[in-house]
């Protein structure tokens, strides 16, 4: 099948199925005797398989490996990968939470206190330490 079928067939963009050839997450298919290139169903698992990928949010080496191994491996190497590589994922996921929740914590404890300031406060109140803690912190007052 020609780039738009597999486009098509996989709902990804012929420019992102070229993208993925050049990366060398695809392996290249064979052309037609007019150049056209022949997508076969093999390229079609695999461009599913990073379709996937992509969606969790791996790397384009990350899927590079994984696919790889899909073409030249056995399933359970595969499994195997795919594991390690999802407990990665999920580690760094739950790493990326927690700093998202800080920052929100941040925002919300901002807001509190820009809400609390009278016009002519010059502070932030809850936001902004004190001039004892800004000494203590090394940084200099005012």
Known sequence: MNIKQAAAATGLGPSTIRFYERARV??????????YR???????????????LRHLGLSLEEMRRIAGLAHD?????LRSLLIDELHDLADETARRMRELEDTRRHALSLL??????RSRDRRVPGA????C??????????
């Not at 695809?26 to 150049?35: A, D, E, K, V, Y």
């Not at 509190?112 to 300031?117: E, K, P, S, T």
């Not at 803690?133 to 005012?142: E, H, N």
């Open 73 to 77: 491996a056995t399933c359970g190497d």
């Open 112 to 117: 509190i206190g820009l809400g609390r300031m």
């Open 26 to 35: 695809l392996p290249s298919p064979p052309r037609r005797p007019n150049g």
């Open 38 to 52: 022949d997508y076969s169903q093999e390229h079609l698992a695999t461009l599913q398989l990073v379709r996937g």
């Open 133 to 142: 803690v800004t000494l203590v912190g090394g940084r200099p007052a005012g």
């Open 128 to 131: 902004t330490p004190c001039d």
